[in-house]
């Protein structure tokens, strides 16, 4: 397995404003990944973190909202920027240690309220 | 594009009683499927998974998972729920470029 740590853990913050999520792992993984759990909904992946490379985002989100960092292959930042009351969810990091066996694991998740 | 169903929002089960939680999912290659449990305030936990070989899987805690391939079904079941195993469930297919696709996930209650 991996140990993934991730912070802050939660956070309330004011409307227009950014927040940065930390994304720590113990050793060094091929892929990783953040998501976005809004309340009583299911997961939805945000963007792929490439190592040394632009993000890659799925439909609906851009970098400009949400700007992703993977400057080596344990760590990764997701930033939430301008916030809205729209944006309060949980943000989970996972990552995959093997391509050829994948198993994603997850950190805790920031949950993050918007006022 | 991939997709996962899981047609059960909520489940309620008394203690001691068996459980079978469905997950169906849409995937045009052989899927690599898997379950996770989330706790309240807690990440993801994986269950079980599977990638080939047999179709019944064993997970942590005591959970299995049965693939059938005719049914594009994945189904997860205990045969004794513990008070301790209510929590939200949730299946996934891994797709391409490896990202996961997730269902909308089912919340278990266990009655004491």
């Known amino acids: 397995s991996a140990v993934i740590s991730q912070k802050p853990s939660r956070d309330i913050c004011q409307r227009g404003t950014s927040l940065t999520i930390q994304c720590q792992v113990d050793?060094?993984?091929?892929?990783m990944f953040w998501y976005r759990q809004q309340p009583g909904q299911s997961l939805t992946l945000i963007a792929t973190a490439n190592q040394g490379s632009e993000a890659t985002y799925e439909s609906g989100f851009v970098i400009d909202k949400f700007p992703i960092s993977r400057p080596n292959l344990t760590f990764s930042t997701l930033t939430v920027s301008n916030m809205s009351p729209e944006d309060s969810s949980i943000y989970l990091c996972?990552?995959?240690?093997?391509?050829?066996?994948?198993?994603?694991?997850f950190g805790q998740g920031t949950r993050l309220t918007v006022v | 594009a991939q997709s996962v169903t899981q047609p059960d929002i909520h489940i309620t089960v008394s203690e001691g009683a068996s459980l079978e939680l469905r997950c169906n999912y849409s995937?045009?290659?052989?899927?690599?499927l898997f379950w996770y449990v989330q706790s309240p305030g807690q990440g993801l936990q994986l269950l079980l998974k599977y990638f080939s070989g047999d179709t019944l899987v064993q997970g942590i805690k005591g959970f299995e998972a049965e693939f059938k391939r005719s049914q594009s079904s994945f189904n997860l079941r205990k045969p004794s729920v513990h008070w301790s195993d209510a929590a939200e469930y949730f299946c996934a297919v891994r797709g391409g470029g490896n990202k996961l696709t997730f269902g909308t996930g089912t919340q278990l209650k266990v009655e004491l």
């Open positions: 995937y045009g290659a052989t899927p690599y």
């Open positions: 050793s060094q993984v091929t892929m």
């Open positions: 996972s990552v995959l240690r093997d391509r050829v066996y994948p198993e994603a694991f």
